[in-house]
């Protein structure tokens, strides 16, 4: 008798365990024909790396590890002595460069009273030259009348070497006038030829207080690099500087998350993409909280499997080719009407359990 109830417990235990496994089994296949799912998927969130746009040595540090910072809080600060010295610099250099064009502009008003001064002294000689001319023509006369009575003996010669000096002091004049208002003339062009230069010379004044000017600016922008502040807000990462600590422009030195934005990408298998697509609904299971499902949407699809986008991709022209199964990487938006608080607790690399449903 005992026996034979050995083997009923064990035909019952062979038989509930085969029920359960085609149960499970119909579930499971039945399952399958609505819903695809990997567990080869990551929490994915922004990180924004601190990079300063300056150089120096770090003079204080205003954030420790897993802080959260807002936006426009200072992370830390750089030693600002060197560019200061800069700013006082480029500064000096804007004022010569403002003096320097003052000095030009002065040069050009006394230029212009001189070319003003000549244009009058030209007026000047030529008036003259008109009235030594009429006088001119006056003893030209007197002389030619003079000639005539003298060849006659009507006059002394006297009167008549008096007739001809006057003639000749006459022409003499108008000869001096005549060169005097060449030289009033030339000064004229010369002063004008000078003027053109000095306002070439003003372009140039110009043009260095621009430069001075942006200088300056470069420098003072430079100076507000100094401060480096938090252009979101967030959750910092481990903070791998401190005080004397030399930084270089261009290096990364931490991250900043953003804990109020998150995605998840699954990498599907390509026999697995068939009946996927854009806008379908996600169950996601996060293997840190296994008692809550978060909702999410299918939003993109990868233009190239995940092993395209490795250092060193794989290349079949050796003819050693090995078919394996690839995978695409999909990204899946959390909805907004899930738990905003259970978002947050998110973070970048959490395993995922994800489960698209397809019809």
């Given amino acids: 008798m005992t026996k034979k109830k050995t083997n009923t417990k064990f035909i019952i235990i062979i038989t509930s365990l085969v029920l359960l496994g085609v149960t499970y089994g119909t579930y499971k296949y039945v399952h399958s024909l609505s819903h695809e799912g990997t567990d080869d998927a990551q929490i994915e969130k922004n990180m924004n790396p601190i990079i300063p746009r300056v150089s120096g040595y770090v003079s204080k540090v205003f954030i420790k590890d897993n802080d ?13 002595k060197d560019y200061q010295l800069k700013i006082d610099e480029a500064t000096a250099n804007l004022a010569v460069a403002e003096g320097s064009l003052e000095v030009t502009k002065a040069d050009i008003g006394g230029l212009l009273a001189s070319i003003s001064v000549s244009e009058a002294n ?14 001119l023509d006056r003893a030209t006369s007197d002389y030619n009348r003079y000639n005539n009575l003298y060849k006659n003996r009507t006059i002394t ?24 208002e060449k030289a009033s003339a030339f000064q004229k062009s010369v ?20 430069r001075a000017k942006a200088l300056l600016n470069s420098a003072i922008l430079n100076s507000s690099y100094t401060a ?31 804990n109020n934005e998150a995605w998840v990408v699954a ?9 996927m697509m854009v806008g379908q609904k996600v169950t996601l299971k996060v293997d840190a909280y296994p008692d809550h499902d978060f909702k ?29 199964i690839q995978r695409l990487p999909v990204k899946i938006s959390i909805d907004a009407d899930n738990d905003m608080e259970k978002i947050k607790l998110l973070r970048p690399g959490m395993n995922v359990d994800v489960d698209v449903h397809i019809k």
């Fill in 122 to 135: 030209v007026k000047s000689a030529g008036g003259n030259i008109e009235s030594a001319k009429i006088r």
């Fill in 68 to 80: 959260f910072v807002k936006k426009g809080d200072t992370l830390f600060t750089i030693d600002k």
């Fill in 157 to 180: 010669k006297q009167q008549y070497e008096q007739a001809l000096a006057t003639k000749l002091e006459a022409e003499n004049q108008v000869r001096i006038l005549q060169q005097q």
């Fill in 267 to 275: 990498n599907f298998k390509e026999t697995q993409l068939n009946k």
């Fill in 228 to 258: 480096i502040t938090a252009a979101i807000d967030g959750q910092v990462s481990k903070i791998d500087i401190q005080p004397g600590q030399l930084v270089q422009p261009g290096q990364s030195l931490f991250y900043i998350i953003n």
């Fill in 296 to 324: 999410g949407t299918v939003v993109s699809f990868s233009p190239a499997t995940g092993s395209r986008f490795s250092i060193l991709p794989p290349d079949n022209a050796t003819g050693n080719f090995v078919k394996t």
């Fill in 191 to 210: 002063i004008v030829a000078k003027s053109k230069a000095t306002d070439k010379q003003t372009d140039v004044a110009d043009a260095n207080i621009k």
